[in-house]
């Protein structure tokens, strides 16, 4: 093709979502997806939305549910439900959007364990890149394949196909995951090997904390000064000083103290868990660690571990 020639694509290869245009999935591609079984485990606040974007897209869900409630509401859009994780195995690629860890150990590890040669154990929970490599030392003598796959959303966007996933581990396992959670997913980055994926996501995680303490802070300064929360906020969204964080709150119907008392439930956990991680691994991120701890949050309870080399 030359250069300054554009491809003309059939317009039946086209669709649309929001602003941005995508070719549309050959047959081929559509059938092969339709023909993968899937499971899922984990319907919640936020897993619930994935599975509704994975039955909108005709693909074949079964799924566990704790709450009979939201069991009935995803089977009323053609949900399959199961009475017990382990009646997932048996699918060709299992989701699993679990709490923390001990969830992931205590729920999934039966679950891979049972699965056949050939399948493919997604996990979206956020957590230590090694008890994501505990779980694949037990799939990977069996042919079964762990993925990882952090996201950083929410509800609302999952619902509206708008959501960022991180996918770490083996190439091939990689590329069944993202043909899966495409159907709720609109950017999904490739991290590279297991364990990577998680790595990059708790870094963005203590990252968004030490902005958020940042952002608040600089709220109480221009307070201060006179200046309106709302006028900084403005101001950060259009200038250099703008983060995710400062887009966080000017979106938010609360105002910068109701949001600094809300907000340290959510970044505890994540504070926490990178923190744990670093020491797990022996990894330095004691700057991080103290820009977390600047603010009007207090996300650390305790002082600082003394494991790896988190201590300065």
Request: proline share 5%.
């Amino acid at each position: 093709m030359g250069r300054g020639r554009t491809r003309r694509v059939p317009a039946d290869q086209i669709h649309r979502v929001g602003r941005r245009v995508r070719l549309a999935r050959p047959r081929d591609e559509v059938d092969r997806l339709s023909a993968r079984r899937i499971g899922f485990i984990g319907a919640g606040k936020i897993g619930e939305p994935m599975v509704e974007r994975l039955l909108a897209a005709r693909l074949p869900t079964a799924v566990y549910a704790r709450r009979s409630e939201v069991g009935d509401r995803l089977a009323d859009r053609g949900g399959v439900p199961v009475e017990s994780p382990d009646a997932l195995a048996g699918n060709d690629v299992v989701i699993a959007c679990l709490f923390d860890d001990q969830q992931v150990a205590e729920i999934a590890t039966p679950i891979v364990a049972a699965m056949r040669p050939g399948a493919v154990f997604v996990s979206h929970t956020t957590g230590s890149p090694n008890a994501l490599r505990a779980l694949d030392a037990i799939a990977r003598p069996r042919g079964v394949a762990v993925v990882e796959a952090p996201f950083s959303g929410t509800a609302e966007g999952i619902r509206a196909g708008r959501l960022t996933v991180l996918l770490g581990g083996d190439d091939e396992a990689v590329d069944i995951a993202e043909e899966v959670v495409s159907a709720y997913a609109d950017r999904i980055i490739r991290a590279g090997a297991l364990g990577s994926a998680l790595s990059v996501k708790l870094i963005n995680n203590a990252l968004f904390a030490a902005h958020t303490q940042l952002t608040l802070t600089a709220i109480r300064i221009a307070d201060g000064l006179g200046v309106a929360e709302s006028t900084l906020l403005a101001a950060l969204a259009v200038s250099s000083g703008g983060s995710a964080a400062a887009q966080h709150l000017s979106d938010s119907e609360l105002d910068a103290r109701a949001y600094s008392e809300l907000l340290p439930h959510y970044l505890r956990k994540d504070v926490a868990s990178a923190r744990a991680v670093a020491a797990e691994l022996d990894v330095d991120i004691a700057p991080l660690v103290a820009a977390v701890q600047l603010g009007p949050m207090r996300l650390i309870d305790e002082e600082p571990p003394t494991i790896g080399k988190e201590v300065s």
